[in-house]
């Protein structure tokens, strides 16, 4: 299989660690800075010949389509954000990267409304990347609460928890204004220092960010607030009840006097990211929909 891949891939983190998942798999990855001029992105997909033209949220020119008619590839959006019910809701009728032959995403909660845009939509939840899907043992723990993301103000309910758990317990925030602050193998070192994560998604049914995956996978024991179909993937993933900051609160009092039973826990999670939630496996579930569909 020949993709070419149309990103951002001068850090891992950003779609360089989703290419070399392609690799992984057998696949022959071209990988196509997005801010190229499309005169050269027409060239290279007409050297490269692929059988796959892989992007995020990439707009195509008019005269690229004429180019990918010409060489019969395939075309795949591959997003990982929320739309439906959020401010980039408009964004489904106004990008053309939502007309493609395949559009993948982790929203798994309107997937009728998907097709009713006329969207061939297919849900596949994030994976983070194998060579990182390490537990680093500390006996050492640093913190006692941590979160990792950034402090948006599209979603100030986060704010608010962390302010509201600031006052009864050490929690330490990174990445608040730099969102590279803890990244890579510095998340799993992090993790092995802390006692607890504080998760949190927007909320919207059947959808949470690589949060989830991207803690459990590096051994963070993470306490996320209820989405639908959460704990369907995730049976042993400690979870409060949306919006009950007493509940958070009690969460966070139980699990940091049980260390036995917080790190069985972290076994556990671990052990299912790593054999069903890395993103080699995720690549591999996508080729299987555009392969059969």
Not at 2 to 31: N, P, T, W
Request: net charge neutral; charged share 30%; aromatic share 14%.
């Amino acid at each position: 299989m020949k993709i070419s891949f149309i990103g951002k891939f001068k850090k891992l983190h950003d779609e360089e660690y989703i290419a070399r998942s392609f690799e992984m798999i057998g696949c022959e990855v071209q990988r196509i800075q997005d801010a190229t001029q499309a005169q050269d992105i027409n060239a290279s997909l007409l050297k490269f010949n692929p059988d796959i033209i892989l992007y995020c949220k990439w707009d195509k020119h008019p005269e690229t389509q004429r180019i990918i008619r010409q060489i019969g590839a395939k075309t795949v959006c591959w997003l990982f954000d929320i739309y439906f019910d959020y401010v980039r809701e408009n964004q489904v009728t106004t990008r053309s990267f939502f007309r493609s032959d395949y559009v993948f995403t982790t929203d798994d909660g309107h997937n009728v409304r998907f097709a009713n845009a006329g969207i061939k939509h297919f849900c596949v939840r994030q994976g983070i990347f194998k060579d990182e899907c390490v537990i680093i043992d500390s006996k050492t723990k640093t913190y006692d609460v941590v979160f990792v993301g950034s402090e948006n103000p599209m979603f100030p309910e986060r704010t608010k928890i962390i302010h509201d758990l600031s006052k009864v317990f050490n929690v330490k925030w990174f990445g608040r204004l730099n969102t590279n602050e803890v990244r890579g193998m510095q998340l799993n070192d992090l993790f092995s220092k802390s006692k607890i994560v504080i998760g949190d998604s927007y909320y919207s049914p059947r959808y949470w960010s690589n949060r989830i995956v991207e803690t459990l996978g590096r051994g963070g024991f993470l306490i996320h607030q209820e989405v639908e179909g959460l704990k369907e993937e995730y049976p042993d993933l400690v979870t409060y009840k949306r919006g009950d900051i007493e509940d958070l609160k009690s969460k966070i009092r139980y699990y940091l006097e049980h260390d036995d039973e917080r790190n069985e826990i972290i076994k556990k999670n671990y052990e299912l990211v790593k054999s069903r939630y890395t993103m080699d496996k995720k690549c591999r579930q996508l080729l299987d929909y555009v392969e059969t569909y």
